[in-house]
T-cell receptor, first 117, second 114 residues
């Protein structure tokens, strides 16, 4: 079945440092890929997504590129802020027949990011 | 649009008791999902509804779990004869075809079984 593997955390960085969180996946089809973020005390929020190979998703300075050849979707940010401290989840969803509509999500285990001033 | 809401936010119960959680999706979202998240893990899919029809159930959903979505609006998740292993965060999400079924999550219900 489908699965998602994220780099083990936690990750601790100083403000303005470069961030990479690795994510690789296994899927039988051609899934859509997502990064979700969970800030302390809040629900999961979609951060960015990519629906096909070589697509780049971006939001709030975060980027991730759908790499079909390496089955990866690594999250990057050039300069992190204290407010980026959160748990980040990589996820995939197999597309439904005939379109880009998404179904159930399969998540990685999450990576805790802490950014210090 | 008030987002997805879940009640209660926290539930503490004794082993063997029954519990019921409620999820109110974003209005006009026709799909509703339930996930379970244990400490240090990502959410795991349990079941989903399209309108009032329950279309898929995970093997994680044992016979003690039942979910309903009468009239295609709010949903309830009931756990009978709770066990300590049921302690987790139960998440609800909703989506609509108009936004390619992008899922919006509620804050979750944290269940602790003593």
């Amino acid at each position: 079945g489908d699965s998602v593997t994220q780099m083990e955390g936690p990750v601790t960085l100083s403000e303005e440092a470069f961030l990479t969180i690795n994510c690789t996946y296994t899927a039988t089809g051609y899934p859509s890929l997502f990064w979700y973020v969970q800030y302390p005390g809040e629900g999961l929020q979609l951060l960015l997504k990519a629906t096909k190979a070589d697509d780049k998703g971006s939001n709030k300075g975060f980027e991730a590129t759908y790499r079909k050849e390496t089955t990866s979707f690594h999250l990057e940010k050039g300069s992190v802020q204290v407010s980026d401290s959160a748990v980040y989840f990589c996820a995939l969803s197999d597309p439904e027949a005939g379109g880009t509509s998404y179904g159930k999500l399969t998540f990685g285990q999450g990576t805790i990011l802490t950014v210090h001033p | 649009d008030t987002g997805v809401s879940q009640n209660p936010r926290h539930k503490i119960t004794k082993r063997g008791q029954n519990v019921t959680f409620r999820c109110d999706p974003i209005s006009e979202h026709n799909r509703l999902y339930w996930y379970r998240q244990t400490l240090g893990q990502g959410p795991e899919f349990l079941t989903y509804f399209q309108n009032e029809a329950q279309l898929e159930k995970s093997r994680l959903l044992s016979d003690r779990f039942s979910a309903e979505r009468p009239k295609g609006s709010f949903s309830t998740l009931e756990i009978q004869r709770t066990e300590q292993g049921d302690s987790a965060m139960y998440l609800c999400a909703s989506s609509s075809r108009r936004s390619d079924n992008e899922q919006f999550f509620g804050p979750g219900t944290r269940l602790t079984v003593l």
